[in-house]
C-alpha cells in the first residue's frame, strides 16, 4: 500500500516536506522488504533525520540540521538502540528549552539537558494522545 495512504496521524498534522520524505522512504522499504512494520521503522528512520517531533507534528530540526536523532536512528536494524521518539537529542539545550517553552513544560528553566529530552518526551505523548482522541 501506498506511503500516502498510511500516513500516521502525527505527519497527516505535518508540513508538506515530513510527509514526503516518509512517503518516498516507505514505499522504497516496501517494494525491498514488503509491507508491515519494518517499512514504517524505515520511513520512520528516514523522517528523524531530517525532522524533530514537536507535540503532535514533525517540524525541520534546527538550523536544517541532518543526521540522526537518537541511537536507535544511528544504527543498522539489527544493533537496536533506544528510541528517541522524535526528540533530537542532538540539539542544543537551547534549543531544546525553546521547544519545551513552546509546549508549555513547567520547571523547564530548571532543567538539565537529559530532563528537557524527557519532558519534552513525555509532552509529545500528551499532545500526540489528545489529538488522536479529539
Same mark, same amino acid.
Request: hydrophobic fraction near 25%; glycine fraction near 12%; avoid cysteine.
Given at each position: 500500500?501506498?506511503?500516502? =495512504? ?12 515530513? =510527509? ?42 534546527? *538550523?536544517?540540521?541532518?543526521?540522526? !536523532?537518537d541511537? =536507535? +536512528?544511528?544504527?543498522?536494524? =539489527?544493533? *537496536?538502540?533506544? !528510541? ?18 513552546r509546549?508549555?513544560?513547567? *520547571?523547564? +528553566?530548571?532543567? +538539565? ?12 505523548? !500528551?499532545?500526540?494522545?489528545? +489529538?488522536?482522541?479529539?
Open positions: 500500500m501506498p506511503g500516502r =495512504q498510511e500516513l500516521p496521524s502525527t505527519l497527516e498534522r505535518s508540513a508538506p516536506d515530513a =510527509q514526503r520524505t516518509w512517503i518516498k522512504a516507505h514505499d522504497s522499504a516496501v517494494e525491498q522488504y514488503g509491507e508491515g512494520e519494518r517499512a514504517h521503522r524505515v520511513a520512520y528512520g528516514a523522517l528523524k533525520h531530517t525532522h524533530e517531533k514537536v507535540g503532535d507534528h514533525w517540524e525541520r530540526k534546527e *538550523g536544517g540540521r541532518k543526521g540522526p !536523532s541511537p =536507535q +536512528s544511528a544504527r543498522p536494524r =539489527q544493533a *537496536g538502540g533506544r !528510541s528517541g521518539e522524535g526528540v533530537d537529542e542532538g540539539a542544543t539545550k537551547e534549543h531544546l528549552y525553546g521547544v519545551a517553552q509546549l508549555d513544560i513547567e *520547571g523547564r +528553566s530548571r532543567m +538539565s539537558k537529559g530532563e528537557l529530552l524527557d519532558a519534552i518526551r513525555k509532552a509529545n505523548r !500528551s499532545r500526540t494522545r489528545q +489529538s488522536r482522541e479529539g
